[in-house]
């Protein structure tokens, strides 16, 4: 019978290969792969590859999701830096609020200002700061609930709508309280992976103990009366993760870093003194006090502690030996740098702005760092509109219409269905050439003046009517200013009053 011929290092490895395909396990390298079964070799500083792990995007996320929001959340309440972080993307992404530009219809802005004022239940905010405490409480807790609230004739509200925000632990992780099994982490879904529904703790489980009132109970929402704000990082993630998750590690070694140069700091501030005495004769011995077993050379005393300005006499003889440990940190501010660039990429803000450090910065490396901000802020913003303010603003055209509210003659509820919401302008990072670029690229028609004002944060409509009215009181009070371009060229002379402004003139 012959013998099978050895497999040969290639037949090994495609051998490998075929079992992984078959039982769907993850691929080691195979550069590393010395045995038959395909283990790979493990150095030392890669040890934590080991346990990497395949998993789905929601057990992924939910085996961590608890402790890194609990971390997440003590960070946030303690760390200077991460609190300061969560402000500069809240300011920037919300700021005075996300608008909508409601055209053509004044009953239904004023009815839409009159619920801004009302949308809180507890009457603390109103909605554009609702919008700022739900895109925090997303970046700290990684995910919150916003429940629209429909309100009776009774209550006396000019629109008969609230929002309600939860914070993500009203949402439990595990299948609780007669959930389906069809639930994943409080989220229902049909037999299409969409959500139907929502469970939701009617309290805070954190707060039982400070009310009394034990563990609460679960409720079931229908999906289209739950809105749910997180930024998904993987397709099919059904819960929201901190935004800090990904560089807790690295803050917990910034401060422990920053504890040790403490500590050295502290040990390095220490000033000792000690005194060795001479063998004491009786008038000495009598002046200190000892015993004759304590009259011996070479003895240690105890003295006061040092005060400054303090004067203290020595026999003859004593002899001082001043202790002072020498100071060994070094590198302290280079190594914070390093730790805290890291910090802020994962945080997604400008490493000058969270830190304040504005040294070693050019004007083109500054701008280049804030354009590139910006495009996050537009990114949040895009999302939180589609999250939050979408749907909203649905429930509020539902509600307005139960007080009353009808569409302007020649419209239909349909026209109002979708409106363009308008966030703070961006600040300006070099006001004049970007004002200039602006002017230009409106002259040239690569731009609309409308999407001119939206970059501002004003519209059309508002621009003509808030000029309009501005106009009118200059005329009326016979004031006429160097940057009126009806009276005024753009050259400083005055438009000839005899004949009609010229396009050129009226655009100076």
Not at 184 to 200: F, K, M, N, S
Not at 238 to 251: C, W
Not at 385 to 402: C, G, I, S, T
């Amino acid at each position: 019978m012959a013998t099978k011929a050895p497999a040969t290092a290639a037949q090994k490895t495609w051998s490998f290969v075929g079992r992984i395909f078959q039982t769907g396990k993850s691929i080691p390298s195979i550069k590393n792969m010395d045995t038959d079964d395909g283990a790979p070799r493990v150095s030392r500083t890669d040890a934590d590859y080991k346990y990497a792990s395949g998993a789905g995007p929601n057990a992924a996320g939910l085996s961590t999701l608890e402790k890194n929001r609990v971390r997440s959340r003590h960070e946030y309440l303690t760390n200077e830096y991460v609190h300061r972080a969560k402000q500069i993307r809240t300011a920037y992404t919300v700021g005075g609020g996300l608008r909508p530009h409601i055209k053509g219809d004044p009953n239904l802005q004023r009815l839409w200002d009159a619920f801004v004022i009302n949308s809180d239940p507890s009457g603390l905010l109103d909605f554009y700061a609702q919008q700022a405490l739900a895109f925090g409480e997303q970046l700290e807790g990684g995910e919150v609930i916003a429940l629209p609230r429909n309100r009776l004739p009774e209550d006396g509200l000019p629109v008969p709508l609230q929002i309600q925000l939860l914070e993500s632990e009203h949402m439990p992780i595990g299948r609780i309280g007669g959930m389906p099994d069809n639930a994943i982490a409080g989220v229902e879904l049909d037999l299409l992976q969409r959500p139907v529904a929502y469970w939701l703790y009617d309290r805070h489980p954190a707060e039982g103990y400070v009310l009394g009132t034990g563990v609460p109970s679960v409720k079931r929402y229908p999906a289209d009366r739950v809105f749910h704000i997180f930024e998904p990082t993987r397709t099919g993630q059904l819960r929201g993760s901190a935004a800090l998750s990904r560089v807790l590690s690295r803050i917990r070694n910034v401060e422990n870093y920053e504890k040790a140069d403490l500590m050295r700091k502290e040990v390095a501030a220490l000033l000792g003194v000690a005194v060795k005495m001479p063998a004491a004769d009786d008038d000495v011995a009598k002046v200190l006090g000892l015993k004759a077993d304590d009259r011996e050379e070479g003895q240690t005393w105890a003295m006061a502690p040092l005060e400054p300005g303090g004067i203290f006499g020595l026999p003859p003889g004593a002899d001082i030996s001043v202790v002072n440990p020498n100071d060994s940190s070094t590198g302290y501010k280079e190594a914070w740098q390093t730790r805290y660039f890291g910090v802020a990429t994962g945080l997604g803000v400008p490493y000058f702005l969270l830190t304040g450090d504005f040294s070693n910065i050019e004007e083109r490396s500054l701008r280049f760092a804030m354009i590139d901000f910006h495009r996050t802020v537009e990114a949040d913003r895009r999302r939180l509109n589609h999250q939050l303010n979408r749907k909203v603003w649905r429930a509020f055209l539902d509600a307005a219409e139960r007080a009353g509210w009808k569409p302007a003659p020649g419209k239909t509820r349909a026209d109002f269905e979708v409106v363009e919401w308008i966030g703070e302008p961006l600040p300006h990072i070099h006001p004049v050439q970007e004002v200039t670029a602006q002017r230009d690229a409106i002259r040239s028609g690569l731009k609309t003046f409308a999407k001119s004002l939206q970059e501002s944060g004003s519209d059309l409509e508002t621009f003509i009517a808030e000029k309009q009215a501005e106009n009118a009181l200059l005329d009326a009070a016979g004031i006429i200013l160097d940057c009126d371009p009806r009276h005024i060229t753009k050259a400083g002379g005055a438009q000839d009053a005899t004949e009609t402004p010229t396009r050129t003139q009226r655009t100076a």
